[in-house]
């Protein structure tokens, strides 16, 4: 029954910026972490970036950090992926996440357990 709904991609040139958001639109979910995954044509579903619920600890993937910026609400219910200096490369559908999972198995989509629909990111050169 619970139901996360992702919203704010679309399509941007290079340098632009976006930002995505995820929402627990039914039910409530427990669990100590909130992430954003990407997955491009042909290639396994990857983390870009988790937090933990308590907002303490922030986790990058190398080829975001500096340019990504994670972040939750103050219910903790939805999460934000503010995106910068956006290239090509991160042209992707972007997935939301959330489970219960040790700090160490955060990059690990099978340990997530309710998923947000995906919404398209499209950079253009």
């Known amino acids: 029954q619970v139901q996360l709904v992702e919203s704010g991609g679309g399509l941007v040139q290079a340098v632009g910026s976006l930002r995505l958001s995820c929402a627990v639109s039914?039910?409530?979910?427990?669990?100590?972490?909130m992430g954003w995954f990407r997955q491009a044509p042909g290639t396994e579903r990857a983390l870009v970036a988790s937090?933990?619920?308590?907002?303490?600890?922030?986790f990058y993937a190398d080829s975001v950090k500096g340019r990504f910026t994670i972040s939750g609400d103050n219910g903790k219910n939805t999460v934000y992926l503010q995106m910068n200096s956006l290239k090509p490369e991160d042209t992707a559908v972007y997935y939301c996440?959330?489970?219960?999972?040790?700090?160490?198995?955060?990059?690990?989509?099978?340990?997530?357990?309710?998923w947000g629909q995906g919404t398209q990111v499209t950079v253009s050169s």
């Open positions: 996440a959330f489970g219960n999972l040790l700090l160490r198995d955060t990059s690990y989509a099978r340990n997530y357990d309710y």
């Open positions: 937090i933990r619920r308590s907002g303490a600890a922030t």
């Open positions: 039914r039910g409530s979910v427990g669990g100590s972490t």
